[in-house]
């Protein structure tokens, strides 16, 4: 059996990550029927996938306003002071682990290009504690942040790639 090219793998695999966002829970047997390959096939690159970090994990996609939960943005812009020791304290995610006795739950972490530096999704209880958490990280890094903005999301339409079940309550909103 000749070997497929490599960019006949990268479709393959493009196909099963395409299936994967949209149903991490489908079962391979199910994934490997739409895709049309061998289950064998679909269990070996999804197994790549996850040993080369192409694949970090699987989530559950949840509605934080049935949580209690809301959800807020922060965007900052950093200092011209050498970014050096932040970097360790960003990866050593320092804030992360004092986010929880405010019911902050982290949810995604970014740096920019643009007119802010770094992005971060989080969900809290509320304003309050939104605001809490965004002074506690002003504090902890004082001298590297120039401007902190805290947006409040209203309604997400969609999250990680998929639709909310609930888009029609949009309507309400707008």
Request: charged share 30%; proline share 2%; net charge positive.
């Amino acid at each position: 059996m000749a070997r497929s090219s490599r960019k006949q793998i990268v479709e393959d695999e493009k196909k099963i990550i395409q299936e994967l966002k949209q149903n991490a829970r489908e079962s391979i047997d199910e994934i490997a029927k739409r895709c049309g390959f061998s289950r064998q096939k679909v269990w070996r690159i999804i197994n790549r996938l996850e040993e080369d970090n192409t694949i970090w994990g699987y989530g559950a996609i949840t509605d934080d306003e049935k949580l209690n939960q809301k959800n807020y943005l922060m965007l900052i812009k950093k200092t011209n002071e050498p970014i050096g020791e932040l970097a360790d304290r960003i990866v050593s995610r320092e804030i992360e682990n004092q986010t929880h006795n405010l019911g902050i739950e982290l949810q995604a972490s970014h740096y920019l290009n643009g007119q802010y530096d770094w992005m971060i999704s989080f969900t809290a209880p509320d304003i309050i504690h939104a605001k809490k958490f965004s002074e506690m990280f002003n504090k902890t890094f004082m001298k590297h942040i120039a401007e902190v903005v805290l947006i409040e999301k209203i309604f997400s339409v969609k999250k990680c790639g998929i639709q909310n079940p609930n888009v029609e309550k949009i309507k309400d909103f707008v």
